[in-house]
């Protein structure tokens, strides 16, 4: 009988302006696992897209301060990212949709990457997710005039969570699901774990031919994620942005770190605790050690630091 | 007579003895209603604060310095404010109450949120995996590793 690691099966197409692949241990699994997965991503797009004017976010988005009923896929993905901002202290921030618009990224990724000229607006801090009022009950959402949510940093991890515990639930077997780098498994994992490639310092796109780990390490369940300032970038008059926002200024997050991985309970906790990370700086050894989360945090000269059991190497 | 007592079969000493018996009543009534007020503004407070106080990172460092290390959102931390909510779990179906649009919006979830009820999205912790990454055996049986890569989610600092 072959090793587990052959009978795997994987499928990868392009999804959320990024990529995505299932992975499943048992081969005659994947067109369901597909299909299951296509689903779920054709939903959090649905709910959650900031640029899709049939999208309840855009209608949230822009309903002047009133109350909106939502589905329960959108009430789980806004309770998601106001826990991440409630967990980080605010450094995860869904209410950042009106410093990303001002940063020129206020249209798919794709072509707002194609608008080079100067800005025209002052950067604008978050921090207004508190004034977010969630009815879970409803549900229903109210956000305050003026603020703009995005829900980008945890939504695809969300999605990588509900997929992969969709998948297990439907075929029975070990799964990894791979959204653009924000990894769920669930299931039986192969013999020895799922073989996860760690990239630190690509050039990344909607693609997976160009990456090349620097680490190979095995998981076995949770999830996974991996944040950097290197992933969606752009250049607006003369200067250099990135997707990952610090709150507090409005600005890209300077940070000491190009990539930070974290290996958490579930994607949905990874990608906040890699997402916290990049905009805290230094002082992310000592919080992600103190929660032991397994992470391995690149900097920009190359050199890495790991911390809670993560491998070396 | 204008200056005669008014009760004048009562002893000289009556009147100051009422008239400290209705000061201990003032007294007495001062301090409830300063009571009473300070009752009211703290509950002012307590309702109005949490849209006022500024974000901080002192909860955090302190969630990273206690154990068990799992970071949980806290409505006690001083300085820390929730957002208006109560704790959502999603639920599997569109509620009736939504309106025509949201449930057409909700529609094309139905069937990933049929299964969902088996991912509970654990957000509400920053918790551990069971087993942490292990190295990677130099196996060169083994299939392709699958990629981690630059998370692309755009937002959320």
Known sequence: ?313 | MRDRPEFPEEQPGAARADGLRRLSRLTWRAAQLSAVTAVGFAALFARTAPGQTAAGDSTAAAAAKTSPPVATPSSSSPGKARPKRVRATASASPQAGAGPATQAAAQPTAKASQTAAAAPSKSATLAPPSTAPAPAPSASSAAAPTPTVSSTSHGGG
């Open chain 1, 1 to 313: 009988m072959p090793p587990a690691s052959v009978m795997m099966a994987a499928r990868t197409f392009p999804a959320l302006g990024t990529f995505a692949t299932v992975l499943v241990a048992e081969p005659g699994a994947l067109d369901l696992a597909h299909e299951l997965l296509a689903a779920e991503l054709d939903a959090i797009d649905l709910a959650c897209s900031r640029f899709r004017p049939d999208s309840e976010l855009w209608r949230v988005n822009h309903a002047r301060g009133q109350r909106v009923p939502v589905s329960p896929l959108f009430a789980e993905a806004l309770a998601v990212a106001l826990d991440a901002a409630e967990l980080t202290d605010g450094d995860v921030d869904p209410s950042c949709g009106q410093s990303l618009v001002r940063l020129g990224y206020d249209r798919d990724f794709a072509q707002a990457r194609r608008h080079t000229d100067p800005l025209r607006q002052p950067p604008m801090p978050a921090g207004g997710w508190r004034g977010v009022t969630l009815d879970p009950g409803q549900p229903a959402v109210r956000v305050p005039p003026g603020i703009l949510l995005d829900l980008g940093a945890t939504a695809k991890a969300l999605a990588a969570d509900r997929a992969a515990a969709a998948i297990e639930a439907a075929t029975g077997g070990g799964v990894l699901v791979n959204l653009g780098g924000d990894i769920r498994v669930a299931g039986d994992p192969p013999d020895g774990g799922w073989r996860v490639g760690i990239a630190d310092d690509i050039d990344f796109d909607a693609s997976t031919a160009r990456i090349e780990p620097r680490q190979v390490v095995m998981i076995s369940d949770g999830g996974l994620a991996t944040s950097s300032p290197l992933g969606r970038a752009w250049r607006r008059g003369g200067t250099d942005l990135h997707h990952i926002i610090d709150p507090s200024t409005g600005r890209p997050a300077t940070s000491c770190w190009r990539t930070v991985s974290v290996a958490a309970a579930s994607c949905v906790e990874a990608n906040i605790a890699s997402t916290a990370a990049i905009v805290r700086g230094e002082r992310a050894i000592g919080w992600l050690d103190g929660l032991r989360l397994p992470a391995r945090l690149a900097r920009h000269d190359g050199t890495v630091v790991v911390v809670a059991g993560w491998p070396a190497g």
